[in-house]
């Protein structure tokens, strides 16, 4: 079974700087089928990121994804109001077929 | 626009059934999977089961497998998520997502449904 692991579990950063987030993955992920969803109080998820790297519809170009094998990444380049939330990854492929880590709560310092 | 739009909050009693439900619009309903995911309150994102409408072929993590039962009619665009048994611990936010054709993430979500089982 894939077990994700995100880290840290809070950020706490100001508007302005930048952010980054890793998801370390128990083994290998197929592909590089990694995602990366944002989710705000009360809210459904919001894809972000697909395939590591790929920027889905709608989503500012100051947010990023990188990595493959076990480790990847997300970065925001720039942080603003709204980015304020929790974001999770998501592998696909692997026993179970989807697997989400467990979260990074990035808050404002 | 694609939508997803999820049936409304449920108030049940342990060993109750339940059935609840995603329809899909804005898409060709039968060729996309569909997924459900669970959130207890405070916790995370856990993926629970996955159909695709169009042939009703059907992918259950191992840790829901025998618990819940997924479905979809697609001459009416939506999916379901039952219960033969509700205990207290499936008390949570269920959401339908939809996983995209040319990758593997959910690029479109419903709004939830939340499901409170109290006796």
């Known amino acids: 079974e894939v077990v994700l692991t995100q880290s840290p579990g809070t950020l706490s950063l100001s508007p302005g700087e930048r952010a980054t987030l890793s998801c370390r993955a128990s083994?290998?992920?197929?592909?590089?089928?990694l995602a990366w969803y944002q989710q705000k109080p009360g809210q459904a998820p919001r894809l972000l990121i697909y395939?590591?790297?790929s920027r889905a519809t709608g989503i500012p170009d100051r947010f990023s994804g990188s990595g493959s094998g076990t480790d990847f990444t997300l970065t925001i380049s720039r942080l603003e109001p709204e980015d304020f939330a929790v974001y999770y990854c998501?592998?696909?492929?692997?026993?179970?077929?989807?697997?989400f880590g467990q979260g990074t709560k990035l808050e404002i310092k | 626009d694609v939508q997803l739009v999820q049936s409304g909050a449920e108030v049940t009693k342990p060993g109750e059934s339940l059935k609840i439900s995603c329809k899909g619009s804005?898409?060709?309903?039968?060729?996309?999977?569909i997924g459900w995911v669970r959130q207890m309150p405070g916790r995370g994102l856990e993926w629970m089961a996955i159909?695709?409408?169009?042939?009703?072929?059907?992918r259950y993590s191992p840790s829901f497998q025998g618990q819940v039962t997924i479905s979809a009619d697609k001459s009416i665009s939506t999916a379901y998520l039952q219960w033969s048994s509700l205990k207290a611990s499936d008390t949570a936010m269920y959401y339908c997502?939809?996983?995209?054709?040319?990758?593997?993430?959910?690029?479109?979500w419903g709004q939830g449904t939340l499901v409170t089982v109290s006796s």
């Open positions: 998501q592998q696909y492929g692997s026993s179970p077929l989807y697997t």
């Open positions: 997502a939809r996983r995209g054709q040319l990758w593997h993430a959910f690029d479109f």
């Open positions: 395939d590591a790297s």
């Open positions: 083994q290998s992920v197929t592909s590089s089928f």
């Open positions: 804005g898409y060709s309903f039968k060729n996309y999977w």
């Open positions: 159909i695709y409408p169009g042939d009703s072929d059907i």
